[in-house]
């Protein structure tokens, strides 16, 4: 080697060695063996004429009577079973594999000859497009293990590759080096490991030297948030006799507001995990301690601050904007955002939104945490406005204001205050209109009586169908009052349903009949043939040849409900459909549900088992009909 390359070559390792203490958490490979790892038998080829085993190569860390340590080149590290399954006849057969190592053993590997491999290949095909540049971390890698064994040569060629490998995979644009960018993908490791870590329970000392790493790449993608982390770890190093300290059952025997700054001081150990497409309730229902006692209700710290309500708002307020990490990760299903830890703040913002009912960001539809959007102070501001004026008066004129923003956490919390007294003033708000009316009509049905027929009588008349259905099945469970079934009618006449009707959120759960998530119409249906009155069948009958099969099978369906002899001659019609096989199971289950049949109808059975039901319902209805006890109603004259 001429004298001019062999001082660039020794500049160029002394570089690799300066690069190298920059991952000081990569563990040293000098004393470790290259090695494969026989895991045992995974099956046999097609003809079964071969055994197949499972493999994995990778540093050796430990090795004991009973298992193997092994870490890959993606730096996972690995605990490996010595006790493989393996063949009933292995002994027979193992000649059969001179070139393999026994199962639950290891083969040492020359490393060189996987370095050379390494150069040798373009180690990000295949791979995703979002993964590739991540993938350039694997000839860095051993660049640097390279170094550690003294192949200084191979170690320049792979941290070349490198280099090459994020050239050619870079953006337009870019203005990082190649160099940059390798040490964004191993931050990006190291990230994704202190996040995982933290879920998992490890020391606040183990973590703090995770981010100590990230931060030392110097990376603009990650310095920041890792020097920000480290700081908030070093604060939990520090001494503290104060809340943190407590147990459970002494911060319970503290007054509320103390209580509740207890509880958020330990936040930063809440863990769980949570992925969605809106701002899921990750950190209060997701979220766990492990340390509450048998027999104590298992609340989180998190829930234990909600279960205080108003009097934990201030405490809450303040700390909206903590930056400190908890254990909870995080990712945004909708945005594919990268994996996160939630901070206090984030926490403390579903918090705030649980116990005051609204949400102080400036977009409260947006799917994701507020730290994604980076206004955690302006939340904090916004939420010390509100609360200038809230702590002013008490807690139920606040809900009555919010009736229209959030009309079913209101109702809630009315409820709770003084049932009787506060359902006129919901219906009033119901009858203002705006988004949340049904809503809150759902959410005030059970407590509606007779006494407020006047305001449901004026919800009739509202353009919204689904009031009008909801406020006429009200009237008539509370009054017996079928005026407004009666309108019911005539917009069903009017509407001219096909099957594809405008959806209707889940009933109250007062109805008898509740159906999640069906169309106005099939609700109206439903009603109708509850209600024993000749308008009702007027109304139900022309529906039955209308043409449509879903909305004829909804009214045979809903037949069951009345025992009404006019519905159920229309329906024992159907039983003899030879057209639609929809309206003929249809008329089968109501007909049997109606008139007590001692077995029912399957829609899974075959033709022929369906066929026998059939015939044996229609002996049932011959024998029975006149004994049943229906309802005197028929046909009004038109």
């Known amino acids: 080697m001429r004298v001019g390359h062999q001082i660039l070559f020794l500049a160029q390792v002394a570089d690799l060695r300066v690069r190298r203490q920059r991952l000081a958490t990569v563990p040293g490979v000098a004393g470790s063996d290259w090695v494969r790892f026989n895991e045992g038998l995974r099956g046999s080829n097609p003809d079964g004429t071969r055994w197949i ?40 057969v193992r000649k059969s594999y001179p070139d393999d190592c026994e199962p639950g053993e290891v083969e040492v590997l020359d490393y060189s000859k996987k ?62 080096t190649a160099e940059e960018r390798v040490f964004t993908g191993f931050a990006g490791f190291w990230r994704s490991q202190a996040i995982y ?74 863990r769980g995990w949570g992925a969605g497409w809106t701002c899921a309730p990750t950190a209060v229902e997701a979220g766990r301690f492990d340390w509450e006692p048998e027999g104590h209700p298992r609340r989180n710290a998190a829930q234990e601050v909600v279960s205080l ?51 102080p960001r400036t977009r409260p539809s947006t799917a994701n945490y507020p730290h994604a959007l980076g206004d955690l102070a302006d939340m904090k501001r916004k939420a010390m406005e509100w609360w200038k004026s809230a702590r002013l008066r008490p807690p139920e004129e606040h809900w009555i204001m919010l009736l229209a923003r959030n009309p079913v956490f209101a109702a809630e919390r009315l409820f709770a205050i003084d049932r009787e007294r506060f359902v006129p003033e919901m219906l009033r708000a119901v009858e203002a209109g705006g988004p949340g009316a049904f809503a809150l009509l759902e959410a005030v049905a059970p407590a509606v009586t007779a006494e407020h027929g006047g305001i449901l009588q004026r919800l009739i008349g509202k353009e919204d169908p689904c009031l009008v259905v909801v406020s006429a099945r009200l009237l008539w469970e509370r009054s017996a009052d079928d005026s407004g079934a009666r309108e019911v009618a005539r917009r069903l006449a009017t509407a001219g349903w096909t099957g594809k009707g ?33 308008f009702a069948l007027n109304a139900l009958f022309p529906l039955l ?75 049932w209805w011959d024998r029975t009909k006149d004994s049943h006890a229906w309802a005197d109603v028929v046909p009004e004259p038109e």
Request: glycine share 6%; with cysteine.
């Open 502 to 534: 405008s959806e209707m959120p889940l009933l109250p759960n007062s109805f008898p009949n509740p159906l999640c998530r069906a169309p106005w119409e099939k609700c109206a249906i439903w009603l109708l043939a509850e209600i024993p009155r000749g």
């Open 197 to 270: 870590d933290a879920f998992l329970g490890k020391s606040i000392v183990h973590l703090r030297k995770l981010w100590q790493t990230i931060a030392s790449l110097e990376t603009e993608e990650f310095s920041a948030e890792a020097a920000e982390i480290v700081a908030a770890y070093e604060c939990r190093l520090l001494p503290n006799p104060g809340a943190r300290s407590l147990r459970p059952s002494a911060i319970r025997k503290l007054p509320r507001v103390q209580q509740s700054a207890a509880w958020i001081a330990r936040l930063a150990d809440l």
């Open 309 to 359: 309500g108003w009097d934990a708002l201030p405490a809450v307020i303040q700390a909206l904007d903590d930056p400190a990490p908890t254990r909870i990760m995080w990712r945004n299903s909708q945005s594919g955002s990268k994996l996160q830890l939630l901070r206090i703040g984030d926490v403390c913002f579903e918090i705030f939104s649980k116990i005051a009912g609204w949400d």
């Open 545 to 619: 040849d209308g043409g449509s099969e879903v909305v004829a099978a909804c009214v045979i369906l809903s037949a069951r409900q009345t025992p009404c002899r006019a519905l159920a001659e229309r329906v024992v019609g159907f039983l003899d459909d030879t057209v639609s096989t929809r309206r003929r199971d249809a008329a089968a289950e109501s007909l049997s549900r109606l008139l007590g049949f001692p077995r029912s109808f399957d829609a899974r059975d075959t033709e022929s088992e369906k066929d026998e039901f059939i015939r044996e319902l229609k002996d």
């Open 115 to 176: 370095c050379l491999e390494v150069v040798g290949t373009r180690p990000w095909e295949g791979i995703s497009e979002r993964g590739r540049f991540e993938h350039a971390m694997i000839p860095a890698l051993h660049a640097f293990w390279a170094s550690d064994r003294g192949l200084n040569r191979l170690s320049v060629a792979l941290w070349g590759l490198a280099e090459r490998t994020v050239q050619e995979l870079s953006v337009t644009g870019d203005p990082r």
């Open 53 to 92: 085993f499972g493999y994995r190569t990778g540093w050796l860390l430990w090795k004991a009577d009973l298992t193997v340590v092994l870490m890959d080149d993606d730096l996972e590290i690995r605990l490996e079973s010595r006790q493989p399954l393996v063949p009933y006849d292995w002994q027979q």
